[in-house]
């Protein structure tokens, strides 16, 4: 198989995660169970080409460079997470979701910082059309094509604010990710990271899932585990066989399918605009991240 079949996988299945997580806010979990979920019950899936790639003895295990990079990049992610699927919850899927396409914008300030790569002149390009896209993902029919609908969006909607929030933070953690790799092999590497992630998050659910009976919500624990495991495995396949930037523009096609796909479902309002807006974010990415 093609590494550009694992990539379009890859983009189906996050699309798939959006969605199951959205079902499974609506049958009564909140955001922080779902995240909870989507963590610790994909550790079993993920285990086994983890410790293929990197049996107990391998020198990755009790390398501090390699713990330091997972610990960092584990802490920031599992917040991430949790006001990802807040923004989900609080605002629809085809409104907040596309936000995430910001993140290579992000990146054009922490890598040059944190890894020393630099935007190029298509990168500039690929800015502006970011900002564009944002900008009519947050119009309203009614609304005039003016700045405001952008800053409108930010004052009045806490699901926009938590989404651009996790795209900055995730413009950080793909930097320490792509410095952690270089300590271990990436099953091992996405093994460990989900592992801490799931600690802080298994605290903070602990009391909200006494409130709810496992077998209310273990189907979607099940199913949201699994997505992501599966998700991690079609990433790390296809990271082997081709360069990052093409991997991560097919994979962030995912917004273009959430956002389609939550108009099928859940009957979210204004589809056409927003993705129309959603292929002007994901147009500007690929420009960054090709360029």
Known sequence: ????????ALA???SGKDLSGKRAMAAGLS??????????????????SAFLAAPPDHPCWSDGHFWFFVISSGLLNALAFRWYMEAIHLDGLSRTVPLITLTPAF?????????GEHPSHSGAWGVLLLVIGTWMLNRSPEQPWSLSAWWQAFRDRKGFRLML??????????????LGIAHG???AFGLAIFAVMSVPVSIAAWRQSAQHPPGRYLRWSLALGLLNAAS?????TALAMTQVPYLIAIKRSSTLFTVLLAGHFFGESHTRQRLAAAVTLFAGMVLILVG
Do not use: G, Q, Y
């Open 31 to 48: 955001p922080l169970l779902v995240t909870w979920s989507s963590m610790l019950f994909s550790l079993p899936f993920m285990a086994p």
């Open 1 to 8: 198989m093609s590494w550009l079949l694992w990539a379009f």
């Open 165 to 178: 929030r996790v795209a900055l933070l995730w413009s950080v953690t793909a930097n320490i990710d792509k």
């Open 107 to 115: 990146l054009l300030i922490t890598s040059p910082l944190m890894v």
């Open 185 to 187: 092999p990436p099953p």
């Open 12 to 14: 189906l299945l996050e």
């Open 232 to 236: 991690v495995l079609c990433h790390m």
